[in-house]
């Protein structure tokens, strides 16, 4: 594993929101990141079912787009989310691990644009997307 | 004349409402998580998000974590949502009260999409929020949601969302 990730990975688990979630940084390069995050009981949004609430899923998306966005090429120095909007696809299936991969595909002076994929262990559709725009603070 | 059943004393009325309002509530994992809680006026609710050290996202800013935030509106726009749908049906007896349990909670609206506007960044302290029904349909239904801190007219986020209503079995 490189300096680089393992710094990052650290850089993530210790943000506490991530941390208390379980997030772990899988990939971080040229702008595109992969966090993934454990099932967990405490999450469960229905309690019916065992699914995952989708603030859960939402806050995995906002960790990996910004990620994406100081993984960028160009540098940012910071970054911090303007907007984001998720579309939940369908439930994640109870039990299984979710897996969200960012891409920040465009980068101004002042603004980065990413877009995000969350997965559960299934094949085929994916649980959620998502598109947001983040600043750019001082390029370092 | 006609018999008109004598209205219920504020005591009963209350009892009732605030248990169903704390059945829905606590049945919900993420939401004890969060340690989110509710303050009922009438049928008006507002979400409170008590700070804790949890909830941060960069130590070194001390921000709340914008998936802390969404989740917060997120929560609040679901519980408002169904709390308006149930509410009928909790006040004409429909709905058994003493029957809600984890197992046996009403089902709750499905979000489709949720759009989070981050005005200010979140500080470290506590939050409120209360949501707006713009349009509620026999499936869909279309939520406004507003988050502040200290000033209730600085909004630090505010979101939009749109649900899917559970729809009765039969």
């Given amino acids: 594993m490189s300096d680089k990730l393992r710094i990052a990975k650290q850089f993530i688990s210790a943000l506490p929101y991530s941390g208390a979630l379980g997030m772990e940084l899988q990939e971080l390069d040229g702008g595109v990141s992969v966090i993934d995050m454990p099932y967990d009981e405490r999450l469960v949004g229905d309690p019916r079912t065992g699914v995952l609430h989708g603030g859960a899923v939402s806050a995995l998306m906002d960790t990996c787009c910004g990620a994406a966005v100081m993984s960028h090429p160009s540098n940012p120095g910071g970054t911090a989310t303007i907007d984001l909007r998720i579309e939940y696809l369908r439930a994640a299936v109870p039990g299984q691990r979710i897996t969200a991969r960012a891409e920040c595909y465009h980068v101004t002076r002042s603004v980065a644009f990413v877009r995000a994929t969350a997965r559960d262990e299934e094949d085929g559709s994916p649980v959620a997307t998502a598109t947001g725009s983040f600043t750019v603070e001082g390029k370092r | ?170």
């Avoid at chain 2, 960069?58 to 509410?87: C, D, K, R, Y």
């Fill in chain 2, 1 to 170: 004349m006609s018999t008109r059943r004598k209205p219920e004393t504020v005591q009963v009325v209350k009892k009732r409402r605030d248990a169903a309002l704390r059945a829905l509530v606590d049945g919900v994992p993420y939401i004890t998580f969060l340690g989110i809680q509710f303050d009922r006026r009438g049928d008006e609710l507002t979400g409170i998000l008590p700070y804790s050290d949890k909830l941060i996202g960069n130590p070194m800013l001390q921000a709340l974590h914008g998936g802390a935030t969404a989740s917060f509106l997120e929560v609040t726009s679901i519980i408002t949502l169904s709390w308006e749908h149930l509410w009928a049906d909790l006040e004409s007896g429909a709905l058994a009260v003493d029957e809600m349990d984890a197992t046996h909670l009403p089902r709750l609206p499905k979000t489709i999409d949720f759009t989070v506007d981050y005005l200010r960044s979140g500080l470290p302290r506590d939050a409120y929020a209360r949501a707006r029904i713009n349009r509620s349909g026999r499936r869909y239904a279309s939520v406004h949601v507003e988050a502040w801190q200290d000033n209730r007219s600085k909004l630090f986020a505010q979101a939009t969302g749109h649900f899917l209503m559970p729809q009765s079995r039969d």
